[in-house]
């Protein structure tokens, strides 16, 4: 098999077998794409033919460009993925990328606001949202649950209105690996989805579709709906936190995934164990988790040698 039925084949698998986000599967495609043109380059026509030199030769060209130790980790991550899966379905004979070593990942702790500053933040969007418009009413809502139920981006956009226990606080979310959990969220949180929905979101669905029927047709189930009366982006989520909402609130540097940060790590500053914030941010593996634990630590640290007369 040649390397264009391979590459298809494998973006085939990694979509309906393993199951992986979109930008997980473009960006194993795209890191495929690049070993198959440096391999045709070098006259390796098939991935049989491919071996452990070639494999150097196009890992030592990304690093030569400058790339990033956690993105050679993640390209190498994806051949090995790749070769593994040709092994089990018989295009490669032997996997070459076995003695591959990936560059070891440097430790970089998320960016954490403090919770004045959430609270300033949220607050000042209570105080846009008194006015009755459906945008601040939506942009509350939407920070209040990023920040209350510690979701991801695409979690939030991904939300139905039946998604949502208001009498419970609870949403049902759709995580990565299509992997379905159920969070909780507190009272301010509850407090403006339910103005958002009962107020916000009616005014966007007839601002863009009329009244009617037809405007139940056009929005959907989505519970966030976009500046066209479709479900939200993520990036208009993105460009409303960052680029609109923080400036305008005089809060720098919180974008949406730094709430998600702020919530696991203000969690664990309250007492929360770790395997609950492990449920509660749906993380597959505890390890993932236990990053917060070092954030909880130095502000620990920062703390003692501010207040004791020994530090």
């Known amino acids: 098999m040649d390397w264009h039925d391979a590459s298809e084949a494998f973006e085939t698998h990694l979509r309906t077998v393993r199951r992986l986000s979109p930008a997980t599967t473009r960006a194993y495609r795209a890191d495929l794409r690049d070993l198959i ?18 494999l150097r030769e196009w890992q030592g060209q990304a690093s030569e460009r400058g790339d990033a130790r956690a993105t050679l980790a993640r390209r190498t991550a994806a051949i090995r993925s790749f070769f593994a899966w040709a092994l089990e379905a018989g295009i490669v004979t032997q996997d070459p ?14 960016t954490v606001a403090t919770a004045p500053a959430v609270a ?6 209570a105080a846009l949202a008194e006015g009755g418009d459906p945008l601040p009413l939506r942009d509350r809502a939407m920070l209040e649950l990023l920040y209350g139920a ?17 009498d419970r606080g609870t949403a049902r979310v759709l995580g990565k690996g299509s992997k ?12 403006a ?10 005014e966007l669905v007839v601002e ?3 009244d009617g029927a037809a405007a139940a047709r056009g929005s959907g189930s989505a519970l966030f709906l976009g500046s066209r009366g479709g479900r939200i982006s993520p990036r208009t989520v993105y460009d409303v936190v960052s680029h609109r909402l923080a400036p305008t609130l005089g809060v720098e540097h919180i974008g949406p995934h730094a709430l998600r940060h702020s919530a696991a790590t203000h969690l664990l500053d309250g007492g929360a164990d770790l395997r609950t914030v492990q449920e509660i941010l749906g993380h597959a593996s505890l390890g993932t988790t236990q990053i917060y634990t070092h954030v909880s630590s130095e502000r620990l640290r920062a703390a003692y040698r501010l207040a004791h007369p020994r530090a």
């Open 180 to 191: 379905e959990r159920v969070v909780p969220f507190g009272v301010p949180a509850r407090r």
């Open 193 to 202: 989805i339910e103005a958002y929905v009962t107020r916000g979101r009616p």
């Open 37 to 54: 043109e440096v391999a045709l380059l070098t006259g390796v026509q098939t991935p049989a033919e491919t071996d452990l030199g070639l």
């Open 97 to 110: 990328s076995l003695r591959l070593v990936a560059p070891k990942r440097g430790r970089t702790l998320p």
């Open 208 to 210: 863009h579709f009329g």
């Open 120 to 125: 300033e933040m949220l607050d000042g969007l």
């Open 150 to 166: 510690g979701i991801r981006v695409s979690e939030l956009c991904g939300l139905d209105i039946g998604d949502l226990d208001l």
